[in-house]
């Protein structure tokens, strides 16, 4: 089983950026994506952006597309989420989380969860 932890979560002010990043314990062909989910307060947690172990292809939330970017670097075992113009909608605590079952952004599938880190944007 994987083992995932986040980093990189702060406080910042609306339209900042930060860099989430999710150290691994190593990028396998065991799992079919990895990505990154949100859980904001009193909320279900939501896929946020994911990457297909496959063939590398990402998908991005309605509401992030165009701000965030997935990227993996495989020297490092390390999954990243470049967050540009924050919102305060952006809040939440964030997990990175591989699928061994299907490649969709979709919570249900994901089974190794990291313990997140918090995201707060302030107006």
């Known amino acids: 089983q994987l083992q995932l932890v986040e980093s990189g979560g702060g406080t910042v002010q609306s339209g900042g950026s930060l860099r989430l990043s999710c150290t691994t314990s190593g990028f396998t062909s065991d799992y079919f994506a990895i990505g990154w989910f949100r859980q904001a307060p009193g909320k279900e947690r939501v896929g946020v952006s994911c990457?297909?172990?496959?063939?590398?292809?990402?998908w991005y939330s309605t509401y992030v597309k165009g701000r965030f970017t997935i990227s993996r670097d495989n020297a490092k075992n390390t999954l990243y989420l470049q967050m540009n113009g924050l919102e305060h909608e952006d809040t939440g605590v964030y997990y990175c989380a591989d699928s061994t079952e299907k490649a969709m952004c979709v919570t249900r599938f994901y089974d190794s969860w990291g313990q997140g880190t918090q995201v707060t944007v302030f107006s």
């Open positions: 990457l297909n172990n496959n063939d590398g292809t990402t």
